[in-house]
């Protein structure tokens, strides 16, 4: 199984809101990813988790919090966003990563659709 | 620092015939280096990868990549497109920072019937 799955597909939320984006797998990675992308550009990597630490926060606004609960879940915790939060967020996994080094490739979820009204 | 360079913004071929997405790329050191795929509104599809070895490294869909070190290219390619493969195509390399990925802009590939 070489899945990441991803809840929601879609969120809307205003600029007042919390709301979590839900990021899960199931192949025994240790490292997992949040990445930020804009339409028709590259993702922009925001968070690295290493073996359920987190090892890079790529200078991302606090109103971004992420959070790894076990090694398979990884949460993104979000409050107060600003309309140009708008994007698709990605999560990712791979088996080594981050710190630790290793040159494994990536698995991405589908990712969710954030609007901020 | 290290950087991908996707030189064409857009890369159109008709069906059947040859595709080659390019990408350059510069950093210190041995390069790793990733190719991606990602359909509309869905997330990057790993494709392949060159760590060491063999130039020619074979991967997902009959994609193939040529890497070349004098060149410091790791062009994608494939022998005969199909109009499925329109997609947004990224090559990636990790250099010398552990398994972070430098991501190139992005090609888009348009095959047409």
């Known amino acids: 199984d070489t899945e990441v799955t991803q809840t929601p597909k879609h969120l809307v939320m205003g600029m007042t809101n919390k709301k979590s984006l839900k990021c899960e797998q199931h192949m025994g990675h240790r490292a997992m990813y949040w990445y930020k992308q804009k339409a028709k550009k590259p993702p922009e990597l925001m968070f690295v988790?290493?073996?359920?630490?987190?090892?890079i926060n790529e200078s991302v606004p606090s109103r971004f919090s992420p959070e790894c609960p076990n090694s398979s879940l990884l949460n993104l915790h979000l409050h107060a966003l600003q309309p140009e939060d708008s994007a698709l967020y990605l999560c990712?996994?791979?088996?080594?990563?981050?710190?630790?080094?290793?040159?494994?490739?990536?698995?991405f979820g589908p990712g969710t659709r954030l609007t901020v009204t | 620092a290290q950087s991908v360079a996707q030189p064409e913004d857009q890369v159109n071929v008709a069906e059947g015939n040859p595709l080659t997405v390019k990408c350059t790329y510069s950093v210190s050191g041995n390069p790793y280096l990733f190719w991606y795929v990602q359909y509309p509104n869905r997330g990057l599809q790993f494709l392949l990868k060159y760590i060491t070895g063999d130039n020619l490294v074979k991967g997902s869909y009959g994609f193939e990549a040529e890497f070349n070190k004098s060149q410091t290219s790791f062009h994608l390619k494939k022998p005969s497109a199909l109009v499925s493969d329109s997609a947004l195509y990224f090559c990636a390399l990790i250099g010398n920072a552990g398994n972070m990925l430098t991501f190139g802009g992005g090609t888009r590939l348009m095959v047409k019937p």
């Open positions: 988790y290493s073996y359920e630490k987190l090892s």
């Open positions: 990712a996994s791979s088996q080594e990563g981050g710190e630790s080094g290793g040159f494994y490739e990536q698995y």
